[in-house]
C-alpha cells in the first residue's frame, strides 16, 4: 500500500545514546516534515524539507538533526539522547506548495529515553 | 504568524447524538483550514478540507465542517454520533499566501468521546 513508512515503531535509549529515525514515502511527494506529539501540546515541527535537497527548521529543532537522502527518504537524528526528547515522532509527507491535498502521516515511533 | 486554537481538550457525547469539535484561526491572508482525525497508536488521517467556495464541507465518515470567516472558525460537526468516532481529531491552518512555500500548523488536539 502506498503510504509513509516509518522505523522502528518503538525504541527505548539511555540518555546520551544516539539513534536515527527512518522515514520513507512512495507518493512522490517532494515535501517531508517530522513532528513531535506530547500530551497537551499537539503536533510541533521539528524540521522539515520542502524538496529534495532543502532541509529548515521547524519550532522545535533543538537537539535533532536530519538528512533528505533523496526524494523518497527523510532521517531524523538524535545525536544524544535527552529525557525531554521521550516523544511519539511522526513523519509527513505532501506535495510542494499543494498541501490543500493532505498531508500523508506515517505510524509514528514511540520513543523513550531513560 | 498563523495560528490555530481547540478550546476544548475533550469532548463528551451520547452515542446518537450531535457532536461539534471547535477550532478557531489566525492567518493574515486567507485560509486554507483542515481537519485530521488520529485513533490510537495510529498517524493522522486526512479528514476534510476548506479551501474556497462553500462554507460548509462534507468529509469522511459522515463529518463535515462550517467555515465562519467573521468568528474566524472551522468547527468539526456530525449529526449522529458513533462510538468509533471516538478519537483524537486536530485542526490544522495554511496561510494561502502569495508565493514561497508555506506550512500547515496544527492545534492542540481534541479528544472526543462517545459515550454508548
Known amino acids: 500500500n502506498a503510504g509513509v513508512t516509518q522505523t522502528p515503531k518503538f525504541q527505548v535509549l539511555k540518555t546520551g545514546q544516539s539513534m536515527t529515525l527512518q522515514c520513507a514515502q512512495d507518493?512522490?511527494?517532494?515535501?517531508m516534515y517530522w513532528y513531535r506529539q506530547d500530551p497537551g501540546m499537539g503536533l510541533r515541527l521539528i524540521y522539515y524539507?520542502?524538496?529534495?535537497?532543502?532541509?529548515d527548521k521547524g519550532e522545535v529543532p533543538n537537539g535533532y538533526n536530519v538528512s533528505r537522502l533523496n526524494k523518497r527518504e527523510f532521517s531524523l537524528r538524535l545525536e544524544s539522547a535527552a529525557p525531554s526528547q521521550t516523544s511519539v515522532y511522526f513523519c509527513?509527507?505532501?506535495?510542494?506548495?499543494?498541501?490543500?491535498?493532505?498531508?500523508?502521516f506515517g505510524s509514528g515511533t514511540r520513543l523513550t529515553v531513560v | 504568524a498563523q495560528s490555530v486554537a481547540q478550546p476544548e481538550d475533550q469532548v463528551n457525547v451520547a452515542e446518537g447524538n450531535p457532536l461539534t469539535v471547535k477550532c478557531t484561526y489566525s492567518?493574515?491572508?486567507?485560509?486554507?483550514l483542515f481537519w485530521y482525525v488520529q485513533y490510537p497508536n495510529r498517524g493522522l488521517q486526512f479528514l476534510l478540507k476548506?479551501?474556497?467556495?462553500?462554507?460548509l464541507v462534507k468529509g469522511s465518515y459522515g463529518f463535515e465542517a462550517e467555515f465562519n470567516k467573521s468568528q474566524t472558525s472551522f468547527h468539526l460537526k456530525k449529526p449522529s454520533a458513533l462510538v468509533s468516532d471516538s478519537a483524537l481529531y486536530f485542526c490544522?491552518?495554511?496561510?494561502?499566501?502569495?508565493?514561497?512555500?508555506?506550512?500547515?500548523?496544527f492545534g492542540t488536539g481534541t479528544k472526543l468521546q462517545v459515550i454508548p
Open positions: 509527513a509527507s505532501s506535495e510542494y506548495n499543494r498541501e490543500y491535498y493532505g498531508y500523508t
Open positions: 507518493m512522490n511527494h517532494n515535501s
Open positions: 524539507s520542502a524538496s529534495e535537497g532543502t532541509t
Open positions: 492567518v493574515s491572508g486567507n485560509p486554507y
Open positions: 476548506y479551501i474556497t467556495g462553500d462554507n
Open positions: 490544522a491552518v495554511r496561510d494561502m499566501g502569495s508565493g514561497g512555500y508555506q506550512k500547515v500548523t
